[in-house]
């Protein structure tokens, strides 16, 4: 690791946290799940290759779920939201109903990566001035995308910001490509990556 690494591991520790310091200094691949309403087998399996792994993963929460309970006790695994914000979500009609539904879900999360990747300004200042405690958004897609790295972004009245963390392979994308071959490893960056997958796909 050289100077300029250090200053910036630093320099995230100081400015975001310790998650996304501990993601560069440690592992360099960021596993995280959207769970798309699946059932509880599908995630119980994922949970499991992770831990059999001895890897972290962020797993984000679109329903009630018994599963819930036994997630919240390992270390391992922390959980954000999914919030739905199309039309006709199940989750409610607006934003905010929509982030206080899935808040009511994990009241501890401090994550979020939105379903089908829903994003805008007004959506982010609404989170930065209303909801603090979401910290750090997953929503932006940048495939096979090399140098991926934490950004500060600053929306709202209040000098909030959010943390915006790109992924650069998501399953679903990979599921609509002409032609992939699943037993080769993926073409990544040697640095930081950040994987998404989905229960069901991976069932």
Known sequence: MNNSDKKRISFYEDQVGVWEASMLQRTRLGLTFDIDWGPDWCIKLCVDLVRNANYRATIFITHESDILADLRKLDSIELGIHPNLLPGSTHGDGVEDVLNYCLSLVPEARV???????????????????????????????????NLAPTICYFGNNGNFLTRIPYN???????????????????????????????????
């Open 112 to 146: 979020m990566r939105t379903h089908a990747l829903v994003q805008s300004s007004r959506l982010f200042k609404t989170i930065c001035d209303e909801y603090p405690q979401i910290e750090t958004d997953f929503s932006l897609f940048l495939p096979f995308h090399y």
């Open 169 to 203: 392979w998501s399953d679903d994308q990979i599921l609509w490509r002409p032609v992939w071959d699943w037993t080769a490893a993926p073409s990544v960056d040697s640095g930081f990556n950040v994987f998404a997958f989905h229960p069901l796909h991976v069932a």
